[in-house]
C-alpha cells in the first residue's frame, strides 16, 4: 500500500502559499467567509480537479464532485440529496452567479454507463442507480449513433450526459427563476484530457464549441 507522506509534503506547500505568502486572502476568507462566484457540478475522477485545472484560489469556487458529474431531476432531487442539498446552498446561501457542469473525456462512470451491464453486486448497483439520471443520454446516443463502436458512443454520451444534468438544473424552480432574471448563468464544459483542451456547450449550434484551445508545445517551453 502507498503512503499519503505526498498530501503532507502536498499540504506544507499549503501553509508556506495561501498560509504563508497569500494569509491575506486566507485570512479575509476565514474572517468574511466564502463568497464564490460559481458552482461546478464535476466528476469525483482523480485526474478532473476543477480548482486544479482552472488555477483557481481557494474562496473561488463551490464544488459539488460526483460520479458522472450527474444532477438528478428535481422530482428525483430528495433521493440523491447529496448532490442537491450542495446546489441548493450554492445557490440560496451562496447566491452563485454560475453554475458549470463539467464533464470529461474518458469517464469511468459514463463507460459504465454505456456497457449497460447487470449490477452483480450491491456495490454495482449503487453505481447502476446513480447512472440512471442519464439513461436518457444514453438513449439518444445509442439512436444517433447506432451503427459506431463504443468509444465514439461513450464519447458522445460523456457530451450528451452534460446537457441532460443542465436540462434537469432547469427543472428546479428555485434555479429556472434566477436563470430567467439574468441572476444565474449555467454553462455545460467537457475537458479534453488527451489534448488538454477545454470545450463549451453552445445553444446556438448545438455542439461543444472550444473555450480554450490546446497550448502549442512552443508555449510550453516558453512558460
Ligand atoms: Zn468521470
Known amino acids: 500500500m502507498r503512503d499519503v507522506s505526498k498530501f503532507l509534503s502536498g499540504f506544507r506547500r499549503f501553509q508556506h502559499s495561501y498560509l504563508g505568502e497569500q494569509h491575506a486572502l486566507f485570512d479575509r476568507l ?15 475522477d482523480s485526474r478532473c480537479d476543477p480548482a486544479l485545472l482552472t488555477d483557481c484560489d481557494p474562496g473561488d469556487m463551490f464544488v ?3 460520479v458522472a458529474n450527474l444532477v438528478p431531476p428535481h422530482v428525483q432531487a430528495t433521493y440523491f440529496a447529496a448532490t442537491t442539498s450542495a446546489i441548493a446552498f450554492a445557490v440560496h446561501n451562496l447566491e452563485v452567479e454560475h453554475i ?10 459514463i463507460r459504465a ?13 449503487l453505481i447502476a442507480k ?9 438513449q439518444q446516443v445509442l439512436h444517433e449513433f447506432k451503427d459506431k463502436p463504443l468509444q465514439v458512443q461513450t464519447h458522445a454520451c460523456e457530451q450528451s450526459a452534460i446537457l441532460v444534468s ?3 438544473l432547469m427543472s428546479y ?9 439574468g441572476k444565474l448563468a449555467l454553462h455545460g464544459w467537457y475537458f479534453d484530457m488527451h489534448n488538454g483542451e477545454l470545450y463549451e456547450y453552445t445553444p446556438q449550434t448545438g455542439m461543444f464549441e472550444v473555450l480554450v484551445d490546446k497550448l502549442e508545445p512552443s508555449a510550453h517551453e516558453a512558460s
Open 64 to 66: 459539488v464532485r460526483n
Open 166 to 168: 443542465l436540462e434537469n
Open 173 to 181: 424552480p428555485w434555479i429556472s427563476s434566477r436563470v430567467q432574471q
Open 130 to 138: 446513480w447512472l440512471d439520471i442519464a439513461e436518457d443520454a444514453r
Open 30 to 44: 476565514a474572517q468574511q467567509g466564502q463568497r464564490p462566484r460559481a458552482l461546478v457540478i464535476a466528476c469525483c
Open 113 to 125: 454507463l454505456m456497457e449497460h451491464k447487470a449490477p452483480g453486486c450491491n456495490e454495482e448497483e
Open 100 to 109: 458549470i457542469v463539467m464533464g470529461h473525456a474518458q469517464c469511468g462512470g
